[in-house]
Every structure is written in structure tokens, then in C-alpha cells.
């Protein structure tokens, strides 16, 4: 046995659509240097970058003669200092699929900065060191930043994880200490309820299991990492994942900007990118949450991408005009729903990302959709304890990188999704003096059954 | 001539089409996005490629209406010739709003010194850039950079905070989540917005080719004087004359970017059509700006260096 868990497998022929995907993992797990093999491999980078990471005074990894791990260090602090801070963004293409990748820093310190990634990827090539686990413990024991990204991948809701089990060289690509952690990880991800994962042997600094089938590691017979990646079912919009896009599902359309025509006198143009459904001319619709009654309009034209359109789909940037005048503004949806739900009071999960603790009670601004309101955290309900992988209760603060169940109450109503996978059950939360950005959030609780079993757990010991 | 495409750039130019129509639709909603959420937003144009690809893309958004913002282009004073006059015949054409910042004026001003007469104004124009944002109170600046193109660029948010002194922090970013853009921002911050940040150089000539996008005629193969400078190749122009010793050759050549006079190499090349290009860059080995940009050669940081003092 290979995989605990396969991913959702391939077309099997012609480009696929892309991929944005991140890496993420612990402090010096190989993140970068597992980018620079990917972009070297396949042959993404150019002869001049190429002569820039032989040039550089720091070789610590090197490979032909090229520190892989540089190619994506863009900043002169990451530099200096030989890690990664923010994210960087990469591009390249194999004959399959082209690819995003978003290098995202392993430093508690900058989880910000790997939300900022994960939070625009489809999938996450999440990193374990095998030389940093204590192989010898009758149970492997993952390291807290490996448990704290996975527990975010999960929060996000990226679809597909692949756990890169990396430095296999470095243990004689031995198949046991493969399999033990991955089967470390695969109580993780039990407990976190990740759907949809693969584990696989590799060692980003010889390149085995990564782009090409390791001689070393005949054992296992999956995939190699580029191909895993190569074959995930992709298709979603890299700057805004939208998940339902069946196309019988109601329309919803976040009003960004209205734009007067030119030339039919009066007429106003409503423009957004769809987030979810269909959207057809000739399609009631009405206005949330101003207009939270029956529909109030029909749509008489749409326009996608500037052309005119009988219809718009889910992730397409489109312009629409109705029957009559409504009191509609940046702020408001539109939908083609029959029914929504406007919700002020909700339960919530936040990756607090603020360098001060979350003060219950203190005023901020919620961003749902393109819409600001006032709001406040009025309770913690519960803090994901890393170390246990489960929810504690212990009434500690919630500190920066914590993960917390909250109950918010905002000052307006809001037409709230019911998780993450809806661009309606994602909100921010900012400072309204400093106008930094505290956390980001998601409706709802998705780590579910793991509330309930420590939950349990709890009563257990207290009988 | 077109050389037919070997498999693996065939794929390579397949699996970009697969991607086109959404990178579209993302630059479309950042461009709402701006247009919406600022009070004095402004497109800042060079008139390159890049810059003419975003224009082309906002007076989409704005369909069936007029370009809601003005066009501001940072001239240093040393331009090629046929960039300014492919400048002047679009400004006509679309009807724009074109602002121009001198660096000349801020020489005047006192503001931007040069360290002798004939030194590249290119990294100046930050702070003729600032004085313009300040002037007209602007308080987002669209730009065509990407992330593809440079270390540092590849570091960028797609709505990037500039704080009271246009200064880039590229240590303090805020976080961007999905597309919830945090645009908030205090008196006298401002902010840059990069539609462009996830298309790649090829994405670009692609998107020119389907489009039809004009561009000025120093994009496409000519005859031009040139030397050979540092394996570089650099146009002969009243800015940049030859050194004393160099010979002065004359080559087929076309810009892959067009920037200030002073720091802007062209390559070699016969491609006249978008068409032809993107069959180059498909082959091409060697980066965009590692081919023709003599700014970003100086150290390693140079291009950060100059994003913190509030280059684009």
C-alpha cells in the first residue's frame, strides 16, 4: 500500500486546465529548494537566473552547481537571512498544465503570509523532514508547524493536500521511516478531516520522487510528485476559488462597480465576477440585502469580459444590466437564489493572524463579499490546541497564528454562505483604525467531528 | 518566417490558452475592484506592452461606458521617439485622460539631482512618480507589472499598500485573503494595483495576438544601430551614444520591453508579427529583463531597492 488516500485522478490526455498550488511545511522542511528542483527539471528557469543562483556568495544546497533553494528568495532579508518570509509566486508550464506555485514561509511568524498563498491555491504540497522526527519514539510525533498548516489547508479548504515526505536521502530512501510517517500524518488527517490526500517519498535535493521515478525507491509505485500534481482535478480561478459552478445552481454576483452606458440614456451597468451559478438574460433577480424581498428586476443584458453574452458561469467577470432602475451599489449582491438566508449572528473559525490578541468585544470591520460593516467578536468558543490536535477550552487569548471558533455579531445582515467553499462564507476582519488586516475567517466549523471528540475526550476524563 | 514549434512548446503554448480566459476575468474584476473601492484612481502607463495590455483590458471593464480613471506617464525625458508618437496617436484615438510627470520638472524643482548630466534618469523617476500622486491626490495606481518578471515582483500582492512616503514594505505586506481585498488605507497612503500580477510574458503576447492589440513598431523586428555592450545588445539613441572605440553595427532586432531609453536593450530577432513572437518566446532561454534591462543588473536587490523608494 502506496497511498492511504488517492487524489481524484486525470483526464488522461491533452492540457488540463491550471494549477496554482502552494508549498508549505515547517521551518527548513525544503520548500524552496523543492521549487527550485520542480522549476530546474522543468527546465522553467532561464539561463540568467540560473547564472544568478551560482553567482550567489550563500551554497548550502547545491545541485550542478545551482543553490536551488534561492530561486525563489526575492527579498534582500531572505537573503541575509536564508529563509522565506513572504510569499513568492512562480510560474511554469509542462506539456500536461501550467502551474502556479506560491512558495509560502514556514516560520510561525509568517503564517500570515502562508494563508495569503493557501487562500489562493487548489491544492498544497505540504512538507515533512524526516531527519527532524523522532524515528525511534514508538509513535512519530509531527512537527507543530506541519500540524498548524495542515489544520489551515483544511480550514481553507484547498481540495487536494500531497504530503511530500522529504530528505529521503538522507535515510537511505528506507521505506519504513516512509511509511511511519505517513501514517503519522494519516491520524492528522483523520482527525482534521482532510478529504483528499497522498503521501510520497522524496528528496527535493537528488530529485528523487519528484520529477522523475526514483531508482532508489523502487518500493513505491506511485506517482512521482510532478505527475501527482500534473493529474489533480484542477479547473478553479486562481485568484478567487469558486466551487459551485454547476450550472443549475442560483447566480450570485458581488457588486464591485456600476458604470453608466454611453449610449442608451439611463441605462446602468452592474458589474462583478460571478461567484457561483448561471446568470441568463431574462433571469429574475433581485438585490441582497437591500432588496431581501421577492425579485425585483429582470435581467435584460449581460456582458462578459466586455462582449455581450446570453449568459455568464461561475468565475467570469460580468456586466449586467435589468428591466428598471433599482437602488443597487457596490456592496450589494445580486442572485437569482429563490431563497437566502440573511444571518447577523455568526458561528464562525478564524485564522487570527494579528501580532496583538483578539480582544472579545472590541469593534471592527468585517469584509463579506465587497460589502464593509461594522461587527464584533462577542465570544471564543473554542481554540484549536495544535499540540493535541483537537479543541480546547482552556479561555487562554487568542494569540497571533491561533485558530479559534467564534461567534461574531455584525451590524448588518449578510447573505452568508455556509463554508468556505462558497465565496459567501468567507469574510476578513479589519482594524478600523489601523486598517490592518486581524484574521481571516470562515463560516461555519470544519473541523466538526474533531470539536465533538474532544468534546468528548473531556467528559471522559472529568468522569 | 514562422519555424514550425517543436512538441514540447506546442503544449506549453496549449496549456497557456487554457489558462487565458481566466487570467481575463481576474484583471477584469481587479480593475472593478478599483474602480469601485477608490475615490482617485489613475492607470499609470509607460506605453510598453505590458501597461498598453492593462489599458486595453481596462477600457474593456468599462464597456459600454468611458474609461473612468486618467492616464498618468512618468516621462523621464529620454524616450525612443516612436513610443511618444504611438503615445500621442492613442491618446486621440481613445479620447484618454493622459496626465504627464516630467522628471524634467523635478530637475527643475530641485527635487531630482542628477549625479552628472548624462546619468540614467530611470531610477529618478520614483520620486517625479510621488509628486504626482501627491498632486492629484491619487489614491490607487494600476500598473502592469507581474510577478513573473523579477525576484522582487514576484514578492508583490496584487493590491500593494504604499504608506505616506510611497514606500513599499515588503517585510510588513498585509496579508491578502481570496479575493476580500483589503483597501483601506489612511490619508495620504495610497495604494498600487497589479491586474497583470499572475500572467506570464508569453500570457501577454498571446492575449496581444488574440486581441489585436497595437503596439508601438519598436516591439516588432527593424533595422536598428546598435553596440555590443556586456553581451547586451544597445541602441544607438542621442542618450546613449556609442563609447569611444565601440563599433557600431546594424542589426534586425526588437524590444521584448521598452522602458527608459537609457537602460532598454533590444534583442535580435526577424519576428513582425505577435505571432512570431510568441513562437520565440517559446523557445526563448534567457528572461525577459536578464535580456534587456541594464537596471536590474546592477546587484541583486536593485529592483527592490527601487520598489521601496516607490518605483513601480
Known amino acids: 500500500m502506496q497511498a492511504v488516500n488517492t487524489p481524484s485522478l486525470p ?22 529548494t523543492l521549487i527550485g528542483r520542480l522549476l530546474y527539471d522543468s527546465r522553467a528557469l532561464m539561463a540568467d537566473q540560473l547564472a544568478g543562483l551560482a553567482s550567489s556568495a550563500f551554497a548550502g544546497t547545491a545541485t550542478d552547481g545551482f543553490d536551488l533553494s534561492r530561486a525563489t528568495d526575492g527579498l534582500e532579508a531572505e537573503r541575509e537571512q536564508g529563509i522565506t518570509i513572504d510569499v513568492a509566486w512562480r510560474y511554469f508550464a509542462t506539456p500536461r498544465r501550467k502551474f502556479v506555485i506560491a512558495d509560502t514561509p514556514g516560520h510561525a511568524q509568517y503564517t500570515r503570509n502562508m494563508v495569503t498563498g493557501a487562500s489562493h491555491a487548489q491544492a498544497a504540497v505540504l512538507l515533512v523532514d524526516v531527519t527532524k522526527l523522532d524515528l525511534d519514539a514508538p509513535e512519530v510525533i509531527l512537527l507543530e508547524q506541519t500540524r498548524r498548516h495542515a489544520a489551515l489547508v483544511r480550514l481553507l479548504g484547498l481540495p487536494h493536500v500531497l504530503v511530500a515526505i522529504n530528505k529521503m536521502d538522507a535515510v537511505n530512501f528506507d521505506r519504513a521511516v516512509f511509511e511511519r510517517v505517513r501514517d503519522a500524518f494519516a491520524v492528522l488527517a483523520g482527525v482534521l478531516g482532510l478529504p483528499d490526500w497522498l503521501a510520497l517519498p522524496v528528496s527535493a535535493l537528488t530529485g528523487d520522487g519528484v520529477t522523475c521515478q526514483s531508482e532508489h525507491m523502487t ?9 501527482a500534481l500534473e493529474s489533480l482535478a484542477g479547473g478553479e480561478i486562481s485568484a478567487a476559488p469558486v466551487s459551485d459552478v454547476r450550472a443549475e445552481a442560483p447566480a450570485w454576483l458581488p457588486v464591485q462597480w456600476s458604470l453608466r452606458d454611453s449610449d442608451i ?24 440585502p437591500t432588496g431581501s424581498g421577492a425579485p425585483t428586476a429582470t435581467v435584460v443584458a449581460l456582458r462578459v469580459a466586455g462582449h455581450p453574452s446570453a ?9 449586467v444590466r435589468l428591466d428598471q432602475p433599482l437602488d443597487i451599489a457596490r456592496g450589494d449582491w445580486l442572485t437569482t437564489a ?12 478564524l485564522a487570527w493572524l494579528d501580532a496583538a490578541a483578539l480582544v472579545p468585544g472590541r469593534p471592527v470591520l468585517l469584509r463579506h463579499g465587497t460589502r464593509w460593516v461594522m461587527a464584533c467578536v462577542e465570544r471564543v468558543t473554542a481554540r484549536l490546541d495544535l499540540a493535541q490536535a483537537a479543541w480546547s477550552v482552556d479561555h487562554q487569548p487568542i494569540a497571533a497564528n491561533d485558530i479559534a471558533a467564534v461567534h461574531i455579531e455584525a451590524a448588518e445582515p449578510l447573505p452568508l454562505g455556509t463554508s468556505v467553499r462558497h465565496a459567501r462564507g468567507r469574510f476578513l476582519l479589519i482594524d478600523p483604525h489601523t486598517h490592518a488586516t486581524l484574521a481571516a475567517g470562515v463560516v461555519g466549523q470544519p473541523f466538526g467531528d474533531t470539536l465533538a471528540s474532544a468534546e468528548r475526550v473531556r467528559r471522559e476524563w472529568a468522569g | 518566417m514562422n519555424a514550425p514549434l517543436s512538441a514540447a512548446a506546442a503544449a506549453a503554448l496549449a496549456a497557456s490558452e487554457a489558462s487565458l480566459e481566466a487570467l481575463e476575468h481576474e484583471a477584469i474584476a481587479i480593475l472593478w475592484e478599483t474602480f469601485g473601492a477608490f475615490e482617485r484612481p489613475a492607470l499609470l502607463c509607460s506605453f510598453g506592452k505590458d501597461s498598453l495590455v492593462l489599458l486595453h483590458l481596462a477600457r474593456k471593464a468599462a464597456q459600454p461606458g468611458r474609461l473612468p480613471l486618467p492616464v498618468l506617464h512618468v516621462d523621464t525625458g529620454h524616450n525612443f521617439p516612436e513610443v511618444i508618437a504611438f503615445r500621442d496617436d492613442l491618446v486621440h484615438t481613445f479620447g484618454l485622460d493622459l496626465r504627464v510627470a516630467l522628471v524634467e520638472e523635478s530637475i527643475q524643482r530641485g527635487t531630482v539631482r542628477l549625479a552628472h548630466a548624462d546619468e540614467s534618469r530611470n531610477r529618478h523617476q520614483s520620486v517625479t512618480l510621488l509628486e504626482a500622486v501627491a498632486r492629484h491626490r491619487f489614491d490607487a495606481l494600476l500598473g502592469g507589472a507581474r510577478r513573473d518578471e523579477e525576484k522582487a515582483r514576484a514578492k508583490e500582492r496584487v493590491f500593494s499598500h504604499r504608506d505616506r512616503f510611497g514606500q513599499w514594505q515588503p517585510r510588513l505586506q498585509r496579508p491578502e485573503f481570496w479575493d476580500l481585498w483589503n483597501t483601506r488605507h489612511g490619508t495620504g497612503e495610497h495604494f498600487r494595483v497589479f491586474p497583470l500580477s499572475n500572467w506570464t510574458e508569453l500570457d501577454i503576447w498571446r492575449y496581444i495576438e488574440r486581441e489585436g492589440i497595437a503596439l508601438p513598431p519598436i516591439y516588432y523586428a527593424h533595422r536598428r544601430a546598435v553596440v555590443e555592450r556586456n553581451g547586451r545588445l544597445v541602441p544607438i539613441t542621442p542618450f546613449t551614444p556609442p563609447a569611444a572605440g565601440e563599433r557600431v553595427l546594424e542589426r534586425s532586432v526588437r524590444f521584448r520591453t521598452v522602458g527608459d531609453a537609457t537602460c532598454t536593450c533590444p534583442v535580435e530577432s526577424t519576428a513582425s508579427t505577435a505571432g512570431e513572437i510568441v513562437a520565440e518566446t ?20 536593485a529592483m527592490e531597492r527601487r520598489k521601496r523608494e516607490g518605483y513601480f
Open chain 1, 11 to 32: 483526464d488522461a490526455e491533452g492540457p488540463s486546465a491550471p494549477l496554482t498550488f502552494i508549498t508549505c511545511g515547517s521551518v527548513d522542511d525544503g520548500k524552496s
Open chain 1, 219 to 227: 518500493w513505491f509505485d506511485g506517482p512521482t510528485l510532478l505527475q
Open chain 1, 265 to 288: 440614456d439611463g441605462a446602468r451597468w452592474y458589474c462583478g465576477r460571478l461567484t457561483e451559478g448561471t446568470l441568463r438574460v431574462g433571469e429574475p433577480i433581485r438585490a441582497l
Open chain 1, 311 to 319: 449568459q455568464a458561469q461561475a468565475g467570469d467577470a460580468v456586466a
Open chain 1, 338 to 349: 429563490a431563497a437566502a438566508q440573511l444571518g447577523q449572528r455568526l458561528d464562525a473559525t
Open chain 2, 282 to 301: 517559446l523557445t526563448a532561454t534567457v528572461s525577459e529583463r536578464g535580456a534587456t534591462r541594464m537596471d536590474d543588473q546592477a546587484s541583486e536587490t
